[in-house]
C-alpha cells in the first residue's frame, strides 16, 4: 500500500460519496494496482457511517472506516487512530467536508517523493495558496493570528511550514513513532511538527468552499487550541515572561525612585522604559534568544528590539496619562497594566522578527526550480547578487 488517506468525520454524511468519487477519478492508476485506500476515522453521532458502509460497497477503491463511540483524544485522537490501522508508506490526512481538494493528493506524493521529505504540507499561505474557503474575515484573522502565533512560539521547528494549523497534509510513516503519538487538542500536524524533527516540504492549496454541512470550529476550539499551544511550548515563552515580568518590576522600580525623588510620572515613566528595554534585551539575547542569534550582528537585532519596543511605549504613553488623569488609578498600577497588556506583542515580534529563523529548504521542487529559473533571468551572468 503506498497510501492511506484518512479523513476524520463527525456528522459528514452528505459529503462522503463525493468524496470518495473524487478520490477515486483522481487516484485512477493507484485505485487499478491497489496501492490506495481511503479511511475513514468516524466519530459521528448520525448517520455517517452507514453512509460510509454503502458508499464502500459500491466503489472500486478501498474504503474502511473506524467508528469510534468516544471520540477520544478528538479530532487529533482520530487521525492518530488512522495512522496506526495503516500499514501504508504514506498517510495522507484530509478534511471530509471537501474544503481540501482531493486533486492534490498526487501531487503532495510526488513532492514527497522527489524530496524525500518526511511531511508534505499543502500550505494556504505559501506561493499560490489561497484561504478564501474561510467564511468571512473573522475566521480570516483567527487563522493568521494563530499561526503568527504558533510560529513565534516554535521559531525554529516551524521555520519551514507557513501553515501548520492546516488539516491537510501527507506524513512519511517511517519517519515517525506512531505508537508514542500523545494527541492533544485539533490540531494534530503542530503537535507532529513540534515534537519530531522533520524534513518539511510545501505545496500551495487553495482552501475550497464547505460541499455541504457546517463548520465544527467555535470558541471551544479557540480555547483548546490556546491550550495546546501552551502544553507544547512551556520553555521559551516562560523564559520571555520571567524577564518580562522581572522587566516590569524593575520599570515600575525605577519609575516610583524617579517620583519619590520629584520626577512627574510621565517623565519617570519614559526614563523607567528606555532603562528597561535595553536590561530585558541583553537578558533575552542570553536565556531566551540564544541559539537563533546567528545571521545578523547584535546591533541590528538590538535596534530592531529597542525600535520597537520604543515605538510601543510611546503608544502607551498616552493611554497611561488618560488612564492616570481620568480615573483614580494611581500612576504605577496603570502602568503595571499596560505593560502586561502588550507582553503577546513584544513576545510575536521578537520570535518572528527579532530572532527570525530562515527556511532551511525550497519550498517543493516544482517551486525550487521556478526560483532557480527566476534566478537566473534576473542575475546577469558575471554578477554577485547581493545576499
Known amino acids: 500500500m503506498r497510501v492511506t488517506v484518512i479523513v476524520?468525520?463527525?456528522?459528514?454524511?452528505p459529503n462522503v460519496e463525493a468524496l470518495v468519487q473524487r478520490v477515486e477519478k483522481v487516484c485512477g492508476a493507484m485505485v487499478e494496482s491497489g496501492e490506495v485506500e481511503i479511511l475513514f476515522v468516524d466519530d459521528s453521532t448520525d448517520t455517517t457511517p452507514q453512509t460510509?458502509?454503502?458508499?464502500?460497497?459500491?466503489?472500486?477503491i478501498g474504503v474502511r472506516m473506524i467508528h469510534r463511540e468516544n471520540g477520544e483524544g478528538g479530532l487529533s485522537g482520530a487521525v492518530v487512530a488512522g495512522f496506526q490501522a495503516s500499514d501504508a508508506e504514506w498517510c495522507l490526512v484530509m478534511d471530509g467536508d471537501l474544503q481540501h481538494p482531493p486533486e492534490m493528493i498526487p501531487v503532495l506524493l510526488e513532492t514527497g517523493d522527489e524530496s524525500h521529505a518526511d511531511v508534505v504540507v499543502a500550505s494556504r499561505y505559501v506561493g499560490g495558496g489561497n484561504a478564501d474557503g474561510l467564511s468571512g474575515w473573522v475566521r480570516h484573522a483567527v487563522s493568521k493570528s494563530s499561526i503568527v502565533l504558533a510560529r513565534s512560539m516554535f521559531p525554529v521547528r516551524l521555520r519551514d511550514c507557513t501553515d501548520p494549523m492546516t488539516g491537510?497534509?501527507?506524513?512519511?510513516?517511517?519517519?515517525?513513532?506512531?505508537?508514542?503519538?500523545?494527541?492533544?487538542?485539533?490540531k494534530i500536524l503542530l503537535e507532529l511538527l513540534t515534537r519530531n524533527k522533520l524534513?518539511?516540504?510545501?505545496?500551495?492549496f487553495v482552501f475550497g468552499e464547505r460541499f455541504a454541512g457546517e463548520s465544527k470550529a467555535n470558541l471551544?476550539?479557540?480555547?483548546?487550541?490556546?491550550?495546546?499551544?501552551?502544553?507544547?511550548?512551556?520553555?521559551?515563552?516562560?523564559?520571555?515572561?520571567?524577564i518580562g515580568a522581572f522587566g516590569a518590576v524593575l520599570n515600575l522600580a525605577i519609575m516610583a525612585g524617579l517620583m519619590?525623588?520629584?520626577?512627574?510620572?510621565?517623565?519617570?515613566?519614559i526614563v523607567s522604559a528606555v532603562a528597561t528595554i535595553t536590561i530585558n534585551f541583553l537578558l533575552q539575547e542570553r536565556f531566551v534568544f540564544h541559539d537563533l542569534r546567528a545571521g545578523r550582528s547584535v546591533w541590528h537585532r538590538f535596534a530592531e528590539s529597542f525600535g520597537f519596543n520604543a515605538t510601543e511605549a510611546a503608544i502607551r504613553l498616552p493611554f497611561l496619562i488618560w488612564i492616570v488623569e481620568a480615573t483614580p488609578v494611581p500612576p504605577i498600577v496603570a502602568q503595571a497594566v499596560t505593560i502586561a497588556v502588550?507582553?503577546?506583542?513584544?513576545?510575536?515580534?521578537?520570535?518572528?522578527?527579532?530572532?527570525?529563523?530562515?527556511r532551511t529548504r525550497p519550498?517543493?521542487?516544482?517551486?525550487?526550480?521556478?526560483?532557480?529559473?527566476?534566478?537566473?533571468?534576473?542575475?546577469?551572468?558575471?554578477?554577485?547578487?547581493v545576499q
Request: hydrophobic share 45%.
Open 8 to 13: 476524520p468525520t463527525f456528522n459528514e454524511e
Open 52 to 60: 460510509i458502509e454503502r458508499v464502500a460497497a459500491e466503489s472500486t
Open 168 to 186: 491537510f497534509f501527507a506524513v512519511r510513516r517511517a519517519s515517525i513513532d506512531m505508537d508514542a503519538l500523545k494527541p492533544r487538542g485539533f
Open 199 to 204: 524534513k518539511v516540504v510545501e505545496e500551495p
Open 220 to 242: 471551544a476550539q479557540g480555547l483548546n487550541y490556546l491550550h495546546q499551544l501552551a502544553s507544547l511550548r512551556f520553555g521559551r515563552m516562560s523564559r520571555f515572561a520571567i
Open 260 to 269: 519619590h525623588l520629584g520626577e512627574s510620572y510621565v517623565l519617570a515613566a
Open 342 to 358: 502588550a507582553f503577546v506583542l513584544r513576545f510575536v515580534f521578537h520570535s518572528r522578527v527579532v530572532y527570525r529563523a530562515g
Open 363 to 385: 519550498v517543493s521542487p516544482l517551486l525550487a526550480e521556478g526560483a532557480a529559473r527566476l534566478d537566473h533571468e534576473v542575475s546577469p551572468q558575471g554578477e554577485p547578487r
